[in-house]
């Protein structure tokens, strides 16, 4: 089977996956969720675990030897992680706090890599209605219409998108990065999905987004952004044998204009 014919099945599966993967989270939310609480302070509903257990299911019974990391049940980080074997990196629900409170910007989020990359990204917001897709080469769409970044270079124009962690002992540097990038840029916007940030990027409602994250997050909305034709990087170095495009510390994902002024500022 040639790439085009291979990728273009594995999309299509994971579109699938994605969206009746959320349909479910959509019918939970809508008969009332149970919460319960990992690491003491991060917010986990009974959908998320739904949702986590359906996808596995469907991948497991489509592609059995394939590795997951899914971030209700990846055990840690692997040193090792190289991504050159079939692996899906999912997060069944991105966007749980907004989720739990009735918020619009939640999606469900799934990547698959292969050979050192990511190759096909899904993320699929059932409540907006909107599904993004992209294969690594063939451009991003969502609902089947092309995306393209802003390609915004005024920094004094754009609009950035950050977020926050759940551990608060880390927040005083981060708002010290805020404070840079808000007195330079039109204003900032802080969504609660990273997932869907990222999409916003690649669909030009936003120029510009940067958080430390977990590979979940973003693995499939940095492709769509990549393939949209944002500038995709880290205002901080990638470690030697890291895969770049999973490596979750100080991500920075742009119009190809601002990268370097927004990294700059950042870097400070």
Not at 60 to 65: G, S, V
Not at 175 to 199: K, N, P, W, Y
Not at 234 to 249: K, Q, R
Not at 255 to 265: S, V
Request: hydrophobic fraction near 45%; charge should be negative; include cysteine.
């Amino acid at each position: 089977m040639d790439a085009d014919r291979q990728f273009g099945s594995i999309l299509d599966f994971a579109e699938a996956t994605a969206r009746e993967a959320g349909a479910l989270i959509a019918s939970m939310r809508q008969a009332g969720l149970a919460h319960q609480y990992k690491k003491a302070n991060e917010l986990v509903t009974n959908a998320d675990l739904a949702a986590d257990k359906l996808i596995i299911e469907r991948i497991r019974a489509r592609f059995p030897h394939h590795a997951l990391m899914t971030e209700e049940s990846f055990q840690g980080a692997r040193k090792d992680l190289s991504l050159q074997d079939p692996i899906w990196i999912v997060d069944p629900i991105d966007g749980t706090v907004n989720y739990a409170h009735g918020h619009f910007m939640v999606a469900v989020s799934i990547a698959y890599a292969i050979d050192g990359e990511v190759q096909v990204g899904v993320v699929h917001n059932p409540f907006l209605n909107e599904t993004y897709t992209a294969t690594l080469g063939a451009g991003s769409e969502v609902n089947g219409q092309a995306l393209q970044v802003s390609h915004q270079s005024d920094l004094g124009k754009a609009l950035v998108a950050t977020g926050f962690p759940y551990d608060k002992s880390g927040v005083p540097p981060i708002i010290e990065r805020v404070q840079r990038i808000l007195t330079q840029c039109q204003d900032i916007r802080r969504l609660g999905s990273a997932a869907m940030d990222i999409c916003w990027v690649a669909q030009g409602r936003l120029d510009a987004y940067f958080e430390s994250l977990s590979p979940w997050d973003f693995a499939a909305a940095r492709l769509i952004a990549l393939e949209a034709g944002a500038r995709c990087g880290h205002f901080s170095p990638v470690p030697d044998g890291v895969p770049e495009c999973i490596h979750c510390l100080d991500l920075l994902i742009t119009t190809p204009e601002l990268f370097e002024p927004i990294r700059d500022l950042l870097n400070r």
